[in-house]
């Protein structure tokens, strides 16, 4: 069994599976968001570049922060989000529930984007720590929504925490999207998804042209690389997690799996359609937004759920 | 031009020496005048100072500050000549005009012309000159 | 929260050239903001005096590469203006519409850093690109895409042949067409607007304190343009409007130079067909600049640039001070970005459109196993560039 | 190392280094970035901290004010890192080689490995410049 469990962590739906398909989409970004902008975009194997020429680079360790934190953060966020993988991933490829429910997941995700925070202070550097507080401030405003959106399914499969249950409940009853409070929720999601993975509007903890990459300016070679690998993960980790929430069913043959694929690049697509359209917003303005517009509206979904609607 | 007519009227008294070209307008101004000259162009007649140009020549430092009247493109240029070539002093105006905090700072620099009163003075552009670069733009100049 | 000091530089992604910036904060609001300048200064004014006037010409177009029509054409002024030179229509009608063209393309190049800046790759990317038909223009006509070489005392250095004047209003008309495309794409966006409006604003008085100019200026509602207020060249000659909007804040910035883009395609083209019919020579010969002082000032795209010339007969300057537009807009961040949150101080300070260069004024070593590209592209370039001449002067 | 930098070669990220320049440079690498030259087809990147960088691409000339800072700049780039001259400026002193206020020696500042001339360089030759140094990588 746990020899299973370490295949599952490591090599498929966890670590590896979901570090290929993070390269993979990152490039669909890259590439997406250039023809977007009317250019040619990147090869292929770009993402798998300079993932393989970080991890060759020399590493620079900061000279007035936490030195044990700097290096731990990046590695705990890889494991992090590996283990978040694995669980939405068995629930969703496998129907396997592994190591937790939804509660767990939801957590594992929160504790990324604090260590990102973490790794972000540990640096000692005015624009890091900058960006590690707006991390945390970001969190407080897209995490309550987020909580909200995932409680929709929840509560339309009759209170069960347990991905399996969840995707069950779909299978039978048809996918939560296709209630009026599941696609409110769903659209939610998407922004609350988009704020989770750092993505434009909401990149204003890297923000390149403010902070100058924000909690990862100290960073370099394979510690960096870490990152650049996480941050791809998410790409992989967050749009399975919503399809697994709202337009699930377990695929059981060749044209699921195609289907499976096809609503995941949709997802994808759109984050980056949204990514490309608009610049990036304030810190305040993503609080407001969040608070005054996103919680309510998952709010509202969440009691037209208890309604049944 | 009523402008030019207008000034030299309100404010013939404190000019000396005058040249008057098409659209421009150079007067030597004593440095106790220069302020009331300036407030005048500033406040009353409402230019703009573009900035200031300090030199030097035979005789001293020459320090020219033109205003801008924006509406006739008519241009009026104080000029203060500083005899005392080894330690030039004259009135600063930028407690007065804040746009002519820079270009003081900066003729101080590189002319090494001490303004009287200005709010910040120290060096704009060269302060960390591994030389000790003095003055690069008097004619004893050795960068 | 504790104040932390925020330094924005020397080295930093929001300023394509180095300088410091030392902003105070309190929690994410701005409380003060410190400036120092001087890792641009190179000494044009001890250069210039060592220079030829016709050298000097070459040098001040190095000042700025953004402006490098605005400082020689100023600089011109200032000789014209101390020998009282008269130059030729046709010259004046070249200078003007190579000054225009100039305006479009680097208030095309603000709006994408802005878009940059704050985060709106896209916005860039698009703006950039239609501004890669101005810089075409301009190789047609001087062989360079950025640093003519144009100027000359007494008129122009080079003519624009009246067969290539049809293709030049084609492309001008194309430029126009995607230009109104990116202008709404960035004017009427909700999401920029709201990003921008109210951001940074720069009061009237604190704008005629600091003796603003240009697009700084005449968005906090002061009328200042050089080429309304001593129309010079060809400027009394071709009807435009000199746009001025009162809220002074990044947004209205913003609009300022979207609006006068669209009027220097107007001039551009009242330029063209003026030289149509505008024959003669280009240039007046002048042997000598007498002894004197002048003052030569023109409205470069981020406001007047200023030059003053003294001479002493000989053929070089005594004194040749250089004032850039930049000099007096950059202070006037102080006043606009202090009580404001941090996200907005950065577009504030880039919305002066700083340019630090004019500001401060102030053989390939490749080992033998390097393999020759299949495409030479400095080849192509060549070619592109006579091709570009040849398509145009027919 | 054939293999490394063969990647190396196709991920170069790039951090601007603005030592005293006339803006014209800067704005011409900025230019490949945009849809007409694209260099991020090449896998070329602008990178906001020089802790990312494989490339300095260094133009203008060296003032004795930024100078210190270039010198900082360069120590803290994690090595492999090249040096790219852009411009006549960090080749030859251009024009205000005779000023105060620039440096006597730049390649006592920051030993560069790549320079391309012009003034400014058309973004095709930056090209040029830039693939002969992947070209030099790719062995």
């Known amino acids: 069994m746990t020899g299973r469990l370490l295949f599952q962590i490591l090599l498929f739906p966890g670590l590896l599976f979901t570090a290929g398909l993070g390269l993979v989409v990152g490039w669909v970004d890259r590439k997406v968001s250039a023809r977007f902008q009317f250019r040619a975009g990147p090869p292929f194997f770009q ?16 000279r007035d922060g936490v030195r044990w934190l700097f290096i731990a953060a990046p590695l705990a966020a890889l494991g992090t989000l590996a283990l978040a993988a694995t669980i939405v991933g068995a629930a969703l490829f496998l129907g396997e529930g592994v190591g937790g429910d939804l509660i767990v997941v939801m957590y594992l995700l929160m504790l990324y ?12 550097n005015v624009f890091a720590s900058l960006g590690a507080g707006r991390e945390i401030k970001l969190l407080l405003a897209d995490e309550l929504a987020f909580l909200l959106v995932c409680l929709v399914p929840v509560i339309q499969s009759g209170y069960r925490l347990r991905l399996t249950d969840i995707l069950a409940y779909q299978s039978e009853q048809g996918a939560t999207i296709g209630s009026f409070s599941g696609a409110l929720a769903f659209i939610v999601g998407l922004l609350a998804v988009q704020a989770k993975m750092a993505l434009p509007p ?62 995941y690049l949709l997802v994808v697509v759109l984050l980056v359609i949204i990514k490309n359209t608009n610049p990036r917003v304030r810190l305040d303005t993503a609080l407001g937004f969040f608070w005054k517009w996103a919680a309510p509206a998952a709010f509202v979904a969440v009691v037209l759920a208890v309604l049944g609607v | 031009m009523a402008e030019k007519e207008k000034f030299l009227k309100e404010m013939g008294a404190k000019v000396g020496k005058i040249i008057d070209r098409p659209g421009r307008l150079y007067f030597e101004v004593a440095n106790d005048d220069l302020r009331d000259v300036a407030r005048y162009l500033f406040r009353t007649q409402g230019c703009r100072l573009s900035t200031a140009t300090a030199l030097e020549t035979y005789h001293g430092l020459e320090v020219i500050y033109h205003f801008s009247h924006d509406a006739t493109g008519q241009y009026f240029c104080p000029r203060v000549v500083l005899t005392d070539k080894a330690n030039p002093r004259m009135n600063s105006l930028a407690p007065m005009i804040k746009g002519a905090e820079w270009i003081e700072r900066e003729m101080a620099e590189l002319l090494g012309i001490v303004f009287e009163g200005h709010p910040r003075p120290e060096p704009l552009l060269t302060k960390e000159h591994p030389r000790g670069l003095r003055q690069p733009l008097r004619l004893r100049r050795t960068p | 929260m504790s104040r932390t000091v925020i330094p924005i530089g020397p080295f930093h992604p929001l300023l394509e050239e180095a300088e410091y910036f030392r902003l105070t904060v309190d929690g994410e609001t701005v409380t003060d903001v410190d400036l120092d300048i001087g890792y641009m200064h190179r000494g044009h ?61 680097s208030h095309l190049l603000w709006l994408g850093l802005a878009g940059h800046f704050i985060g709106y790759d896209t916005l860039w990317m698009w703006a950039w690109r239609y501004r890669e038909p101005v810089l075409e223009l301009f190789e047609a006509v001087s062989g360079n895409r950025n640093h003519y070489g144009m100027m000359r005392v007494g008129g122009v250095a080079r003519d624009v042949s009246p067969d290539v004047i049809p293709r030049f209003l084609k492309i001008l008309d194309e430029i126009e067409v995607k230009m109104e495309m990116v202008a709404k794409a960035a004017a009427d966006d909700p999401v920029l607007r709201s990003r921008l409006k109210g951001v940074g604003v720069l009061s009237r008085e604190a704008a005629v304190d600091y003796c603003a100019v240009g697009p700084t200026a005449r968005a906090s509602g002061v009328a200042t343009d050089v080429r309304k207020d001593e129309p010079n060249d060809a400027y009394g000659l071709v009807d435009f409007k000199s746009i001025v909007l009162p809220n002074g804040d990044v947004y209205d910035k913003l609009v300022v130079r979207v609006l006068e883009t669209f009027e220097s ?130 | 190392m054939g293999w490394y930098n063969k990647r190396l070669a196709k991920s170069l990220w790039v951090f601007h280094v603005s030592a005293s320049p006339c803006n014209n440079c800067d704005i011409e690498i900025l230019d490949l970035l945009t849809p007409r030259y694209d260099v991020e087809r090449f896998g070329i990147k602008l990178v906001g ?49 005779d000023s105060y206020n620039t440096v006597e020696r730049r390649e006592d500042v920051i030993p560069i490995d790549l320079y391309i001339p012009g003034c400014p360089p058309k973004p095709e030759a930056m090209l040029e410049g830039i693939m002969k140094l992947v070209g030099v990588l790719r062995g």
């Not at chain 3, 020998?83 to 479009?104: N, S």
Request: hydrophobic share 40%; with cysteine.
């Open chain 1, 113 to 124: 984007a604090l260590l990102v925070a973490l790794g972000g202070s540990a640096a000692g």
């Open chain 3, 265 to 394: 395609v107007k001039i551009v083209r009242q330029c063209l067909e003026k030289l149509r019919t505008t024959p003669g020579p280009i240039r007046n010969d002048v042997k000598e600049i007498p002894a004197g002082e002048g003052i030569g000032r023109y409205e470069a795209p981020r406001g007047e640039v200023f030059h003053y010339i003294r001479t002493d007969g000989s053929n070089r300057p005594v004194r040749h001070k250089v004032r850039a537009p930049s000099y007096m807009n950059i202070p006037t961040c102080a006043a606009s970005c202090k009580g404001i949150a941090l996200a907005d101080a950065l577009i504030t300070l880039a919305a002066v459109d700083p340019c630090y260069c004019c500001t401060e004024r102030a053989v390939d070593i490749v080992d033998r196993r390097h393999k020759p590209l299949k495409l030479d592209l400095l080849e192509l370039s060549r070619r592109k560039t006579e091709l570009l001449r040849r398509e145009i002067h027919g």
């Open chain 1, 47 to 62: 993402v798998f570049n300079d993932i393989a020429k970080l991890l060759g680079k020399e590493t620079l360790l900061v």
């Open chain 1, 202 to 263: 909401f990149h204003i903890a890297e923000a390149e042209t403010e902070l100058a990459g924000g909690p990862f300016i100290e960073y370099s070679g394979p510690l960096l690389a870490f990152w650049k690998v996480s941050q791809v993960m998410m790409f992989a980790v967050f749009p399975f997690l919503l399809i697994l929430l709202f337009w699930g069913g377990v695929p059981r043959s060749a044209g699921e799996v195609i289907g499976l694929a096809l609503k």
């Open chain 4, 49 to 97: 901290s020089v802790r990312h960088a494989d490339v300095l691409l260094v133009s203008g000339v060296i003032n004795q004010k930024v100078a210190p800072k270039i010198r900082r700049l360069y120590a803290q780039a994690p090595r492999p890192v090249f040096v790219v001259g852009v411009g006549t400026c960090p080749t030859s002193g251009c024009t205000f080689k």
């Open chain 3, 45 to 105: 004014e001890f250069i210039s005096e060592r220079k030829t006037f016709t050298q000097s010409i070459y040098l001040v177009e190095r000042i700025c590469g953004i402006c490098s029509t605005s400082h020689p054409l100023a600089c011109v002024h200032a000789l014209e203006d101390v020998g009282g030179i008269e130059i030729p229509p046709r010259a004046a009608y070249i200078r003007t519409m190579v000054g225009e063209l100039e305006r479009i393309h």
